[in-house]
């Protein structure tokens, strides 16, 4: 299977550690993309890159937040000093990027579920 | 900015009525609009998608059709079975920042035989 796939599925920490979150992109796509959800809400969007370049980040991604994407393939988000609002899924998707087009299907992961207790 | 609205659900249907889920959006120029499902504890799969106005997108009996002039993106099968009940998220994304997507809040979809 040649899906996002995204490390691990499941966390629980306690509050005040670090977690951090692998995701495995689609093996040509060049875009990789971050998103946080919460219980009974629509993905929200975090943080995106083409390539190794973080190109975009939202207001949403605190300074405890920090997001990789060191040799254009997988990338890694790690949150630091963990608080019980942080406790969430957060999904990884990828795209192949087109110029000037917007339809391009993006592929999302099944997310990791993050427990802050 | 852009922003998606969704009805509210949860939607409870009987097995092989009619569904419409409706979906209108904000957007400055021309996005391209979708609906994704997420089933129980998994992420989003694409289900459909249109990139022009008057375009329909369609797959597994479902239909939706991009609306520029209502900004709407509604959702419809015309007969649901038990193992469409899922959440369904309508989304949009631009050709400015990076084609993310902006998601509406979630329909959530339970047929009942």
């Known amino acids: 299977d040649t899906g996002v796939s995204q490390d691990p599925r499941h966390k629980i920490t306690k509050r005040g550690q670090n977690v951090t979150f692998r995701c495995d992109p689609i093996?040509?796509?060049?875009?990789l993309y971050w998103y946080r959800q919460t219980l009974g809400q629509g993905p929200e969007f975090l943080t995106y890159?083409?390539?190794?370049?973080?190109?975009?980040k939202s207001r949403l991604l605190s300074d405890r937040f920090s997001a990789e994407r060191p040799k254009g393939s997988f990338s890694t988000l790690e949150i630091q000093r963990t608080e019980q609002g942080d406790s969430a899924m957060y999904l990884c998707?990828?795209?192949?990027?087109?110029?000037?087009?917007?339809?391009?299907?993006?592929?999302f992961g099944e997310g990791s579920w993050l427990t802050v207790v | 900015g852009n922003s998606v609205t969704q009805m509210e659900g949860p939607v409870t249907l009987s097995e092989e009525a009619f569904l419409t889920i409706n979906c209108t959006y904000t957007?400055?120029?021309?996005?391209?609009l979708f609906w994704y499902v997420q089933y129980p504890g998994e992420g989003l799969q694409l289900l459909l998608k249109?990139?022009?106005?008057?375009d329909k997108g369609s797959n597994k009996g479902f239909e939706a059709t991009y609306r520029k002039e209502t900004t709407s993106f509604h959702l419809e099968k015309g007969s649901v079975q038990v193992s469409d009940s899922a959440v369904y998220f309508c989304a949009l994304s631009h050709t400015g920042g990076g084609n993310k997507l902006t998601f509406g809040t979630g329909t959530q979809l339970k047929v009942e035989l």
């Open positions: 998707a990828s795209s192949s990027a087109g110029p000037g087009y917007s339809g391009n299907t993006i592929y």
């Open positions: 957007a400055t120029g021309y996005p391209s």
């Open positions: 093996s040509e796509h060049n875009r």
């Open positions: 249109a990139t022009k106005a008057d």
């Open positions: 890159f083409q390539n190794e370049a973080q190109l975009e």
